[in-house]
């Protein structure tokens, strides 16, 4: 589904990606995991195209992605940051990402999910981080997609919505779609992960299931786990 | 692209800056027709306003409406969208919109006051066709500046600088490179000056169409020679054109290498 191959990224001086090789097939969740900066969310921009590669290849349902954009037709992006137009109001703004995709997008039941409703007339520069959070939510999963890609997904939410976000991945998850999905939060990839992916210092260094990375580190509980090989290196 | 250009489009109708530069046009129009009371000299004296204030607006404006529509930009990045669609549609429009205000705000109080009867109708469409032209080279070169520079400050300093340089430094250098150099022959020196520089190529060709060229003294009679004929006239139209074009394509070759 997504084959990632030799992918190098540098900022300026900073090499955030050193030869990322990852292969994720069809179907299931993948948590991919690492301190700040390791470069998860570089790792996801290459493969939205956001961010240009320095080297290396990407491609997505077996189509190298360099220099195309069709393909994004079959993904659905979670910004890690909600950065909206703040001028345009909720309902304008779904209304303008359904008319530029050209997709029938089901917003009806998320907006219920997450209690939108209230805030459909209001602009975007007036909601608080978690509402804007869920708004980001309903954008991302209201298409029907072979592929969702979430950064930093539970940002900002409260509990009801994260019991939310995890039941509609799990839906999701049930007709056959592919997660990448980064986060910080050991107990929510606990609770969802299929597979783990580790990233340290822009490589990969664990892919495999969760309890295969306890037993590598030797250690009972994810989060130990991971302040073990940061600290390691 | 053109979805992108309608929204942008649409986005800016309802921001009060387009209102202000179309009411700012209006008053200018309507006080420029008071006080001259003769559309001719109106239309001259226009041309002074519009020369150095159009590049200055469309400048400006180009390096705010580009920084400021930045999460709209990164959310239409990860859209199944052409990346050069999304800037294009943006900077035309920006241009589109700066060019709208500016025909209409000039363009109704000249027809109420009876540009269609009059002999001054052409050298006006003249006008206000140089005058959109310059709108969209000017955005299309705020726009590079923008998208090269993820500081803002910097941004609008290099754009007010570009500004400055256009519109009066390279006055200033043509100027004493003529003083200097006064013993040689210098006609194909200005001529080749002049085009280089798209504020300097519209004055000189709207002042030649106006037929007031003799303020020019002797280069002006060489301008005449060359720009006057209907050759010249096509070829200075072209190299403005072509100030148009090369914006836009430096501006697709950058987006297509930016990382967000």
Do not use: C
């Amino acid at each position: 589904m997504i084959r990632i191959e030799n992918l190098y990224k540098r900022f300026g001086r900073n090499e955030v990606l050193k030869g990322v090789d990852l292969n994720i097939p069809e179907g299931g969740i993948y948590a991919v995991l690492g301190p700040n900066g390791s470069g998860k969310t570089t790792l996801i921009k290459s493969v939205l195209g956001l961010v240009i590669p320095n080297k290396g290849s990407i491609k997505v349902l077996d189509r190298p992605v360099k220099g195309q954009w069709k393909y994004r037709e079959e993904i659905n992006y979670l910004p890690q940051i909600a950065n909206f137009p703040g001028n345009i109001r909720v309902k304008e703004l779904i209304g303008m990402i359904k008319d530029l995709r050209q997709k029938a997008g089901d917003e009806g039941t998320l907006i219920r999910m997450f209690g939108l409703e209230p805030f459909l007339d209001k602009k975007l520069a007036n909601l608080s981080g978690g509402t804007k959070q869920k708004v980001n939510l309903v954008l991302t999963f209201m298409f029907d997609s072979p592929v969702i890609v979430l950064d930093e997904p539970t940002s900002g939410l409260d509990p009801a919505s994260m019991i939310a976000l995890k039941d509609l991945i799990q839906k999701e998850k049930q007709a056959g779609k592919t997660f990448l999905i980064t986060t910080h939060i050991m107990q929510f990839v606990e609770e969802i992960a299929d597979q783990v992916v580790y990233l340290l210092e822009g490589q990969v260094y664990y892919t495999g299931t969760l309890s295969g990375l306890l037993e590598k580190t030797g250690q009972k509980d994810l989060e130990y786990a991971i302040a073990a090989i940061t600290s390691e290196k | 692209m053109l979805k992108i250009l309608k929204y942008s489009f649409y986005d800016l109708m309802r921001s009060r800056w387009s209102y202000v530069y179309f009411l700012f046009y209006l008053l200018l129009g309507m006080v420029l027709l008071f006080l001259n009371n003769d559309l001719s000299k109106a239309v001259i004296t226009l041309m002074n306003i519009i020369i150095i204030l159009v590049p200055l607006i469309a400048t400006i404006f180009g390096v705010m409406y580009f920084y400021n529509s930045r999460e709209f930009t990164e959310l239409l990045l990860a859209q199944p969208l052409k990346r050069s669609s999304i800037f294009l549609g943006q900077y035309l429009g920006v241009a589109g919109s700066l060019t709208m205000s500016l025909v209409l705000g000039l363009g109704l109080p000249f027809a109420l006051y009876g540009l269609f009867q009059s002999g001054a109708i052409l050298n006006f469409s003249l006008l206000i066709l140089i005058g959109g032209l310059l709108t969209f080279i000017f955005a299309g070169l705020a726009f590079n500046i923008a998208i090269s520079n993820e500081n803002r400050i910097k941004g609008f300093g290099y754009a007010v600088l570009l500004w400055l340089f256009m519109a009066v430094i390279y006055d200033g250098l043509f100027l004493l490179t003529l003083i200097v150099f006064e013993e040689y022959p210098l006609d194909t020196f200005s001529l080749i000056a002049t085009v280089f520089n798209p504020i300097d190529l519209s004055r000189i060709l709207i002042l030649l169409k106006l037929d007031i060229s003799a303020l020019l003294g002797y280069t002006g009679a060489v301008f005449k020679d060359f720009l006057g004929t209907r050759l010249g006239f096509i070829i200075s139209g072209a190299v403005l054109l072509l100030w148009t074009l090369l914006p836009v394509w430096s501006l697709s070759a950058k987006a297509k290498r930016k990382d967000f």
